[in-house]
């Protein structure tokens, strides 16, 4: 006795990297489910993803509920503090992220920009301006070296390039953050690249004057 069965086979799609990532779906909803399945084919995509949607789960939501399509690539955490009636002194912070991919860039760029803005929103720890010390020279540190901070966020960004654009890597500075001996990004040499402002630097110096900064 045969028994038939009906088997769904998931067609792969074809799409060209430098299209918009945003008509890849018939809504912005379905274009951003594409956009995560295809960043997934990145082994370090898919860990990023996965550590995302742990991330989503402390808040009751799935990842999908806090990613969205927006004018700028961005991850925007807000900071809430909550009082106790009973004891005012007790105070409790909480945050809550969100991600925001900008609608007008290529799929590739779109990738890349996913990849970056899930790091911060799964690893970076939001900083509290509430607690003290609260310093200049910390916040930068934090923002920039810090865990799921900018370097590692690029570092990020660099392997799921080499992983799933080989090819277009060329085109970008991911290079001069891989350790020559290794062949490997390396987070020194991400710090290091970071910090050089290049022919902004006199811009950068202007700018700590008006702000009377040392």
């Known amino acids: 006795m045969f028994v038939r069965k009906i088997h769904t086979i998931e067609e792969e799609k074809d799409y060209r990297y430098d299209q918009r990532w945003i008509r890849m779906g018939e809504t912005e909803e379905e274009s951003l489910s594409e956009?995560?399945?295809?960043?997934?084919?990145?082994?370090?995509?898919?860990?990023?993803?996965e550590l995302s949607e742990k991330k989503a789960a402390s808040y009751g939501k799935s990842l999908k509920e806090l990613v969205f399509?927006?004018?700028?690539?961005l991850t925007d955490t807000t900071l809430v503090r909550k009082f106790s009636p009973s004891n005012p002194d007790e105070v409790i912070y909480e945050s809550r992220s969100k991600v925001y991919i900008n609608r007008n860039l290529t799929i590739k760029n779109a990738l890349l920009d996913?990849?970056?803005?899930?790091t911060h929103f799964a690893l970076r720890e939001p900083f509290n301006p509430y607690s003290s010390p609260f310093g200049l020279k910390d916040f930068i540190t934090s923002t920039v070296e810090g865990k799921g901070g900018e370097v590692e966020a690029y570092l990020i960004e660099c392997q799921v390039l080499f992983e799933l654009l080989k090819n277009k890597a060329g085109e970008s500075n991911c290079h001069r953050v891989v350790d020559p001996s290794s062949g490997r990004v390396n987070k020194n040499r991400g710090v290091h690249e970071f910090y050089q402002?290049?022919?902004?630097?006199?811009?950068?110096?202007?700018?700590?004057?008006?702000?009377?900064?040392?």
């Open 35 to 49: 956009l995560l399945r295809i960043l997934k084919k990145s082994p370090t995509g898919k860990k990023i993803i």
């Open 69 to 73: 399509a927006g004018e700028g690539s």
């Open 114 to 118: 996913t990849a970056h803005e899930l």
């Open 197 to 214: 402002l290049g022919r902004y630097y006199s811009t950068f110096q202007n700018s700590l004057r008006k702000h009377d900064i040392k």
